[in-house]
């Protein structure tokens, strides 16, 4: 598609794979169009990078990226139905395109840059060629992620799916988390109905899967602990939030990812770990938006 006249977006190459960059009044971003897979999200009211992306990444358009927002879809992790499927669907491992990109300013002439893209193959895997799947990205003062699956075909289709957003931290030992209670299952020990002690902190290896609070349409969860800013995120159309820091002694058996990597990193996931059903001629949405505000200190003021 042709990008010509939109003056805040431009295709380039980052480590030799073709990126859309965005840079608008409120914030830039770039996002790999191999995984259609957000990298780099910086809102210019704090001027600091939100998402993580590993040094150590694999930018050989066949490996996902470590980092950033993969698409997980048409399953999540090991959830896909037959025998040595690939972790986390088939589209974080493919070229996607760009089918549409527009510009748009609110009541108060802040702008906002919207694309949207598909992944190039469906169907794969036994995945009905019935499903088709679009993913839009707004880069303004808030980042807003929206996956959404429509089903073409007669009959019901089944998935599950995740928006697996590496969150940039200063320190994992320092950052908290609000706004999830609910007992999780914890996919390191196997152990479901695990309660959680709050405040919550990550000590150690954490690979957890909470279901969604109850009582909210949209789910805000907070990271605090950050130089100066807090991280807002928030999600909806999921069952679950997925929350996983690979801790230090499995950070040193992957391959992309630095042996102190997870020190800064902490993934916050929209997730459907729970088969999500998707009646006939009607779609599905998974979104997640975060934004950050600055923390005052008494002394600021
Ligand atoms: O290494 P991958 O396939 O990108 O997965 C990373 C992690 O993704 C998380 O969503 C899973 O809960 C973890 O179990 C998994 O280790």
């Not at 794969?124 to 996956?147: D, G, H, R, Y």
């Not at 969150?167 to 609000?178: E, G, H, L, R, W």
Request: glycine share 6%; aromatic share 8%.
């Amino acid at each position: 598609m042709n990008i010509d006249n939109i003056s805040s977006a431009s295709l380039i190459e980052f480590k030799g794979t073709p990126c859309l960059q965005i840079e608008n009044q409120t914030a830039s971003a770039l996002i790999s169009l191999f995984g259609g897979h957000l990298i780099s999200y910086v809102p210019k009211n704090v001027n600091a990078e939100l998402i993580w992306l590993s040094d150590k990444a694999i930018f050989n358009q066949e490996k996902a990226l470590r980092g950033g927002t993969p698409i997980c879809w048409p399953w999540f992790a090991d959830l896909g139905k037959g025998e040595n499927l690939p972790a986390h669907g088939f589209v974080r491992t493919q070229m996607w395109q760009i089918s549409d990109i527009s510009e748009s300013a609110d009541a108060n002439n802040i702008q906002s840059t919207t694309v949207e893209l598909t992944p190039n193959t469906l169907g794969l895997f036994n995945v009905p060629q019935s499903l088709s799947l679009k993913l839009s990205i707004t880069i303004a003062k808030q980042c807003e992620l929206s996956l959404e699956t429509t089903n073409n075909s007669d009959e019901d289709v089944e998935i599950t799916q995740a928006l697996h957003t590496y969150f940039k931290v200063s320190d994992i030992s320092q950052t908290s988390i609000a706004g999830i209670t609910t007992d999780y299952y914890d996919k390191v020990t196997n152990t479901h109905n695990n309660k959680l002690s709050l405040p919550y902190h990550i000590e150690g290896e954490t690979d957890r899967i909470h279901p969604r609070e109850a009582s909210t349409n949209e789910q805000i969860i907070t990271l605090s602990g950050i130089d100066g800013f807090k991280i807002d995120i928030a999600q909806s159309g999921h069952d679950s939030v997925i929350v996983w820091n690979p801790g230090a002694e499995k950070s040193t058996t992957m391959a992309d990812m630095e042996d102190l990597g997870y020190q800064t990193m902490l993934c916050i996931e929209a997730g459907n770990t729970q088969s999500t059903t998707i009646a006939p001629k009607t779609s599905f949405t998974l979104k997640q938006r975060f934004s950050a505000k600055k923390e005052y200190n008494y002394g600021d003021l």
